[in-house]
C-alpha cells in the first residue's frame, strides 16, 4: 500500500463511535512500543517537526511522524513492515527539533527489534543484512572487524560488484586490516550472546 | 567535577580509531601527550554495540557498552574518542545509574561494583577543560589563512534523555581560530552523515555527503574539519564530483598547530589527499 493511502481511505469505516476505527486495528500495541522504548507515543500531535528535520526524510515511504501515527492508530503490520524504521539511523536529529522531547530513535530500534521478533516481513533487508554482520563480528571479535563485515555482507546480498572500486581504494590506503583488532577474553562476550533473551540475533 | 582537573585519563579509542581511522587516533594521542594528558588505554575493550546492536538486539546494545564501564578504573576519568561509541557509553552509564535492577544485574555480570561517579568524557569536554583553565599549548599561528568548514554532524543532537548533557557547539571554531584557521560560515555543519546508509543505501548517504561537500566548497573552505571517524569515512568515500575538498581530522589540525605530526604518515592515509593543501600552507614538507 503506498503513502497516506491507508490512513486516508480506512479511516471512513467507524462503526463503534471511537475516534478511529480501523479494520484490524491493534490497540495493545502503542502500549507495547511504549513499554519496549520508554516513549509515550500519545505525545505526539504531529506538528512535523521530526519530519522537516529529518536528513533521510525523502528517502522514507513514511515520515517519522507518519510511523507515530501508525502506531498511535495501531496499525501493527503496516508500520513494522515499513522502509522507514530501517533507514532511520538513529541521528537523533528529530529528537532534538521535538517539543515534546519523543525520542523517535528509540521508538525506530523498538520497532525494528519487534518486527525481527514477530516475523514480519523486513521492508529494508540489506541494512538488516549488514546489523546482523557487525554483531556477528563482534560475536567472533568483540570488535568489529570492517573487512570481514563488507566481504560477508557482499557474500550475503551478492552485490559483489558494487563499491569494489571503494573496497580497493580503503585497501591501498591500508584502511582495511586484514587482521581483526580482538578482544582477549572473548568468553565474557559470547556469553553475553549467550543470555540474550532473543537468541543469537 | 571530579577527577577533571587530573591529566590522567582511561582511554577508549573505539574499533573504528584502532583499525580505519588509525590517523585519528595516532593524532589524538599525540595531541594529548603535547598538552600533558596521559592516556592509559581501557585494557581488552570491547566494542560499544555501534548503531547495530541498538537497532536490532536491546539486550547487545545495553550489555556491551555496560562491560566496558566494568574495566574502567575508578581513579580517573575515562576518554571516549569516538563521537558515536561516547553516546552509547554515557547512555549506558545513565541507565544504569537510575534503575537499581540493573545497578544488580551489572554486579552479578562483571564481578564488581557499578561506579555512579565514573566520569565519561568526549574528546570535546576534556580539550573544552584544557582550554578553559588556559593551558592548551601550541597556538602560534602555524595554521594562519586555512579555512574550514567546521563539521559537527550528528555529534551536536542528544536523545531526550541526554539534553542537559554540553554539546560544545563551536569549540572547532574557537580553539582553531585561536591558532590562526578561520572558520566558514555554512549550512550543514549539524547534517548527519548517513553512517551505516553508505553501506546498504550507498546513493541516499550519497545525496547527504554531496550535500555537505558542495556546501562547504561553496562556503569557500580548503577542507572540512571532523572529529568523527565514521563522517570522515562517509565524506571521503562518497563524495565522487570534482571539486571535493579534503577532509581532516580535529586532532590532525590541533597536532600540525602545535608543530607536531608533520612526518607522521596520517595523511598519506586519507583517500582524498591533504598533502598538496597542507603543503601550500607550509603545514608539511
Redesign the interface.
Known amino acids: 500500500m503506498k503513502k497516506n493511502e491507508y490512513l486516508q481511505t480506512e479511516s471512513t469505516n467507524r462503526t463503534d463511535g471511537s475516534l478511529f476505527c480501523m479494520e484490524g486495528a491493534d490497540r495493545g500495541f502503542a502500549k507495547e512500543v511504549s513499554q519496549?522504548s520508554g516513549v509515550i507515543t500519545d505525545l505526539c500531535w504531529h506538528c512535523k517537526c521530526c519530519s522537516g528535520g529529518c536528513?533521510?526524510a525523502?528517502?522514507m515511504d513514511f515520515l517519522p511522524n507518519q510511523v507515530i501515527r501508525m502506531v498511535q492508530l495501531g496499525i501493527r503490520e503496516q508500520v513494522l513492515s515499513c522502509g522507514a524504521i530501517w533507514?532511520c539511523?538513529?541521528?537523533?536529529?528529530c529528537?532534538?527539533e521535538?517539543p515534546t522531547?519523543?525520542?523517535m530513535?528509540?521508538v525506530m530500534?523498538a520497532l525494528?527489534?519487534m518486527a525481527?521478533e514477530q516475523g514480519e516481513a523486513i521492508a529494508?533487508p540489506?541494512?538488516?543484512?549488514?546489523?546482523?554482520e557487525?554483531?556477528n563480528s563482534?560475536y567472533r571479535h568483540?570488535?568489529?572487524?570492517?573487512l570481514e563485515i563488507?566481504l560477508r555482507?557482499k557474500l550475503q546480498t551478492r552485490k559483489w560488484l558494487?563499491?569494489m572500486n571503494?573496497g580497493l581504494?580503503?585497501m591501498s590506503?591500508?584502511?582495511?586490516?586484514l587482521r581483526p583488532?580482538k578482544?582477549?577474553?572473548i568468553a565474557?562476550?559470547r556469553r553475553?550472546?549467550r543470555?540474550?533473551?532473543?537468541g543469537r540475533? | 567535577m571530579n577527577n577533571l582537573n587530573t591529566l590522567q585519563y582511561s582511554y577508549f579509542p573505539g574499533c573504528s580509531l584502532a583499525t580505519s581511522a588509525k590517523e585519528s587516533n595516532r593524532s589524538l594521542i599525540s595531541f594529548c601527550r603535547q598538552q600533558g594528558v596521559e592516556l592509559t588505554e581501557l585494557r581488552d575493550w570491547n566494542c560499544c554495540g555501534s548503531s547495530s546492536a541498538h537497532s536490532i538486539d536491546a539486550h547487545l546494545a545495553h550489555h556491551l557498552p555496560a562491560r566496558n564501564l566494568a574495566l574502567a578504573p575508578p581513579d580517573r576519568p575515562l576518554l571516549v574518542a569516538c563521537p558515536s561509541c561516547y553516546l552509547r557509553l554515557k547512555r549506558t552509564h545513565m541507565e544504569i545509574a537510575e534503575d537499581s535492577a540493573a545497578r544488580e544485574e551489572f554486579q552479578r555480570m562483571w564481578g564488581r561494583r557499578f561506579d555512579p561517579d565514573l566520569e565519561i568524557v568526549s574528546f570535546f569536554e576534556m580539550l573544552s577543560m584544557i582550554v578553559d583553565q588556559g593551558r592548551l599549548k601550541g597556538l602560534s599561528g602555524r595554521l594562519n589563512g586555512l579555512r574550514f568548514a567546521p563539521y559537527y554532524g550528528c555529534m551536536l543532537m542528544r536523545p531526550p534523555k541526554m539534553r542537559r548533557e554540553h554539546t560544545f557547539h563551536g569549540l572547532m571554531e574557537k580553539v582553531l581560530s585561536q591558532t590562526g584557521a578561520e572558520p566558514v560560515r555554512w549550512p550543514h555543519k549539524a547534517r548527519c552523515c548517513g553512517t551505516f546508509l553508505s553501506v546498504s543505501r550507498p546513493l541516499v548517504a550519497a545525496k547527504s555527503v554531496q550535500t555537505i561537500m558542495d556546501g562547504a566548497a561553496r562556503a569557500n573552505a580548503e577542507c572540512i574539519v571532523t572529529a568523527c571517524a565514521m563522517c570522515h569515512l562517509n565524506l571521503e568515500i562518497r563524495s565522487t564530483r570534482p571539486g571535493r575538498i579534503p577532509v581532516l581530522y580535529f586532532s590532525e589540525l590541533l597536532s600540525l598547530a602545535g608543530g607536531i605530526g608533520q612526518g607522521e604518515g596520517w595523511f598519506r592515509r586519507h583517500l582524498i589527499d591533504p598533502r598538496p593543501l597542507l603543503r601550500r600552507h607550509h603545514l608539511i614538507a
Open positions: 519496549r536528513p533521510f525523502h528517502a533507514l539511523v538513529g541521528c537523533n536529529t529528537s532534538m521535538c522531547a519523543i525520542d530513535a528509540a530500534d525494528r527489534q525481527i529494508e540489506d541494512i538488516l543484512n549488514f546489523h546482523r557487525v554483531i563482534i568483540g570488535r568489529t572487524h570492517k563488507m555482507y558494487s563499491d571503494t581504494r580503503m590506503k591500508r584502511k582495511l586490516d583488532s578482544v582477549t577474553h565474557a562476550i553475553m550472546f543470555q540474550n533473551p532473543g540475533p
